[in-house]
């Protein structure tokens, strides 16, 4: 995943350069261009768990439609054309499968905090202590 968001980075890059390049081209000297160029590779970007999922997704669902849609057509396509068929129907529910897993292991090893709910009680009722001393009544 690494080298794929890193390549997107370079076609990103690449196309800001040639828009800024044929924008400012009436800088003789590159002055303008040279500090666009540092700042696009001193810049870091991160891209958001969205941006990751809508990626992988293009990148999977590209070439399933190629196949589908008969595009690209070859013998192991056609000898395997019901599996890849089904395999977005299959991903989604192993990604169910897993999700439903990372949760329940998550609830199980939860950790009780009987020691910090004890103090958080002692504080609730010092607080109403101190609220009782300057005359407000809670229930």
């Not at 390549?7 to 040279?34: A, F, P, S």
């Not at 070439?63 to 008969?70: D, E, H, L, Q, Y």
């Not at 499968?97 to 709910?117: G, P």
Request: some cysteine; aromatic content about 10%; proline content about 1%.
């Amino acid at each position: 995943m690494e080298l794929e968001v890193e390549g997107l980075r370079m076609v990103v890059m690449q196309c800001h350069i040639l828009v800024y390049y044929n924008y400012y081209q009436r800088d003789t000297k590159g002055v303008v261009l040279n500090n666009y160029l540092n700042h696009l590779i001193t810049t870091t970007t991160n891209m958001t768990k969205l941006m990751e999922w809508l990626t992988g997704a293009i990148l999977f669902l590209g070439p399933w439609t190629a196949i589908v849609t008969t595009t690209i057509h070859n013998e192991f396509t056609v000898m395997h054309y019901q599996e890849i068929l089904l395999l977005p129907f299959l991903l989604v529910a192993v990604f169910a499968v897993v999700s439903i897993a990372i949760i329940a292991f998550r609830v199980y090893s939860f950790n009780d905090c009987h020691q910090e709910a004890k103090e958080l009680q002692e504080q609730i009722l010092q607080a109403k202590a101190d609220l009782a001393k300057r005359g407000i009544k809670l229930d």
